[in-house]
């Protein structure tokens, strides 16, 4: 499996931008499913952003459109900049990782899917 460290959590205000990176590491297959997810205490995890690393095609949650962007670099680690975070945004933000073979459609909102995942980082945003 792939091993996952993320960094990059803390707090910000309202408006304010937070850069989240994945050190990953053990791939062994060519290509991924890489996402970012987040967790509130009592809620699902859900998926935030995501590329699939065969062809960079990116997802982005409805949340997460025109304000956080999902990038990678030759290494395979990965990160989420949050730009015009809100109040709402504050989570646990997890990376994770899978492989895959065509796409990762469909992935994005099945956790159970996926293998591999990071501690965990919390992102708190005040207003």
């Known amino acids: 499996q792939v091993q996952l460290v993320e960094s990059g959590g803390g707090s910000v205000q309202a408006g304010g931008s937070l850069r989240l990176s994945c050190a990953a590491s053990?791939?062994?297959?060519?290509?991924?499913?890489m996402g970012w997810f987040r967790q509130a205490p009592g809620k699902e995890r859900e998926g935030v952003a995501g590329?699939?690393?065969?062809?960079?095609?990116t997802y982005y949650a409805d949340s997460a459109k025109g304000r956080f962007t999902i990038s990678r670099d030759s290494a395979k680690n990965f990160y989420l900049q949050m730009n015009s975070l809100k109040p709402e945004d504050t989570d646990m933000y997890y990376c994770?990782?899978?492989?895959?073979?065509?796409?990762?459609?469909?992935?994005?909102?099945?956790?159970?899917?996926?293998?591999?995942w990071g501690q965990g980082t919390q992102v708190t945003v005040s207003s």
């Open positions: 053990g791939y062994t297959y060519s290509s991924y499913c």
């Open positions: 994770a990782a899978k492989p895959a073979w065509r796409s990762c459609r469909g992935n994005y909102n099945r956790p159970d899917l996926w293998p591999s």
């Open positions: 590329i699939y690393t065969g062809t960079d095609t």
